[in-house]
């Protein structure tokens, strides 16, 4: 999720990040907020080949469209293994889980034509489905909708009563999930195989007293700046690599 591609390119430009070789694939999305989708890898592990962008037809109840987010689609070689990677974030819930969950059923619809067009050419391919969808592993959008059996989710099992990647009037959800393909769990022949997925919940993340104390660290509570990272922890999966 990213502002334009000007925030991208500053980000890699930093002082921090500018010797450690990252690049960037980022399109402009249609969305009504100017918000995108993006992919940040570094060049020593990740070699794009073919990105392209799957744009989705969403009407507000009013009928109107709803000019949401991009799905981004990068295809390339991940420490020499070739895996399709599809950056989501799907439409918020504002105006009520329940009003607007319909639009993110449409997300998790478009993914799954996506990754059965890529299916159709490979049976084998590795795919990671990663973002922000806005619902938990155990939404109807993405338990009903989205987990095909090609799939595994392992953030379900992160997911409790004390622990998520954000938190809402004191109840913790995860919506940030990164889905892969069963082929990266059992595929011998890629080189790749997933391991583990975990939250980055560092105490150094959390707000340290208060109220939200152990909440993510924001940067901002509405106009106010606080000078935190951001209002939802990181989610990482780890790969491990054999020769084939």
């Avoid at 799905?71 to 009003?99: A, K, M």
């Amino acid at each position: 999720e990213v502002e334009n591609k000007k925030v991208i390119r500053d980000l890699v430009a930093s002082e921090q990040l500018k010797d450690l070789g990252y690049r960037y694939v980022h399109f402009n999305s249609p969305d009504e907020r100017g918000i995108d989708t993006a992919l940040l890898y570094r060049d020593a592990y990740f070699e794009p080949v073919a990105s392209t962008t799957h744009t989705m037809l969403i009407d507000n109840l009013d009928g109107q469209r709803d000019y949401t987010r991009d799905i981004l689609q990068v295809s390339g070689f991940l420490c020499g293994t070739l895996i399709t990677i599809l950056v989501n974030h799907w439409p918020s819930r504002h105006n009520g889980s329940g009003l607007t969950e319909y639009k993110r059923i449409a997300a998790a619809q478009k993914n799954v034509e996506v990754i059965n067009q890529i299916l159709k050419s490979d049976p084998e391919a590795n795919i990671i489905v990663m973002g922000d969808f806005n619902d938990n592993p155990s939404s109807s959008s993405i338990k009903s909708h989205l987990m095909i059996p090609e799939l595994f989710n392992p953030m379900t099992a992160l997911h409790s009563y004390s622990r998520g990647s954000s938190t809402w009037q004191g109840k913790w959800f995860l919506f940030d999930q990164i889905i892969v393909s069963k082929s990266l769990q059992t595929n011998n022949k890629s080189g790749l195989k997933f391991e583990a997925a975990d939250i980055f919940d560092a105490q150094f993340l959390k707000e340290f007293k208060g109220r939200f104390k152990g909440n993510p660290f924001r940067t901002f509570a509405g106009s106010k700046h606080l000078g935190g990272f951001s209002d939802h922890f990181p989610v990482f999966a780890t790969f491990s690599i054999h020769k084939i």
